[in-house]
């Protein structure tokens, strides 16, 4: 098992939600945390906070930029010389359908989300190997990265989806490329289903050459309106962060949130080996 205390973690999309109680859980453990996002004033909150352990670096970080997270990556090992777990955890989903969603859009949202763990895999995992100690990366992806057509088409949100599987994919081909180099060096896969986060309140992260979904503005307005209402729903930020932990010390791959979320794989892979055409919600 992996001893957590003394050493560092490292979570980008910090600022908020999981990110944010992966932190506090984290630093609960003895860990020293740093914490990155792009969003500061969200990061000032983050040391400011009271139910803080201890107290937490923070560091501004664009996790789309490589320059920024190999900046990152610097600062942490050379304030603390080690990183025993690393958190690809940033993530921004704006809703549209696939034809609407512009090339900047697209370009941000692959930027930060899997870019994201592309920069932080690229920059991190040589230096941790480095240093020959005991390791474990967690990505965040989605059950949007597992299954896109069946529960996710009503949402629009194909460019969120595509950039979670491709984690997945990075997720799964990391996993096998550390335990074939002997590395000591583990690896999750967070899934989460609905968590009351603002992933969706992306107003706030939206570069300025950006522009809105192209949705007609009732139809946004009631879809946006309904996901909401989901993710109130949804596993605290909390809660999410206690099974992330559970799965570091166990050493385990996936990380679901919701008893449901075997069950919504199994139906997709039926369809991939039935050989059966994507259902589509309200056409069957």
């Not at 630093?27 to 107290?55: F, N, R, T, W, Y």
């Not at 996790?63 to 920024?68: C, F, K, T």
């Not at 949100?157 to 984690?167: D, I, N, R, T």
Request: glycine residues 12%; negative net charge; contains cysteine.
């Amino acid at each position: 098992m992996l001893s957590l205390a003394g050493r560092t973690a490292v979570i980008t999309g910090a600022a908020s939600g999981i990110g944010r109680a992966m932190a506090r859980r984290f630093a609960a453990q003895g860990m020293s945390v740093v914490a990155a996002d792009v969003d500061a004033a969200g990061l000032e909150e983050l040391a400011a906070d009271p139910d803080l352990p201890s107290p937490v670096r923070v560091v501004r970080t664009d996790v789309s930029d490589p320059s920024s997270v190999e900046a990152l990556a610097d600062v942490v090992f050379g304030e603390f010389g080690d990183v025993g777990v690393l958190c690809n955890n940033a993530g921004v989903g704006p809703m549209g359908t696939i034809w609407d969603v512009d090339v900047a859009e697209w370009e941000w949202v692959l930027g930060v989300n899997l870019w994201g763990v592309i920069n932080g895999v690229r920059s991190f995992i040589p230096r941790m190997l480095e240093t020959g100690r005991e390791g474990h990366v967690v990505n965040t992806a989605s059950m949007a990265g597992l299954i896109a057509g069946r529960e996710l088409t009503r949402w629009r949100l194909g460019a969120y989806a595509a950039s979670k599987h491709a984690v997945v994919a990075i997720s799964h081909t990391l996993y096998a490329e550390l335990r074939t180099a002997g590395a000591p060096i583990g690896v999750s896969l967070v899934c989460p289903a609905a968590v009351q986060t603002r992933i969706w309140d992306v107003e706030r992260l939206r570069p300025r050459s950006g522009s809105e979904p192209k949705l007609p503005t009732e139809d946004g307005e009631r879809l946006q309106a309904q996901l909401r209402r989901g993710l109130e729903v949804g596993n605290t930020p909390g809660e999410v962060a206690g099974l992330v932990l559970e799965a570091v010390l166990d050493d385990r791959f996936y990380v679901f949130t919701s008893p449901g979320s075997p069950g919504q794989v199994e139906r997709h892979i039926g369809d991939l080996v039935g050989l059966r055409n994507p259902p589509v919600p309200g056409l069957g």
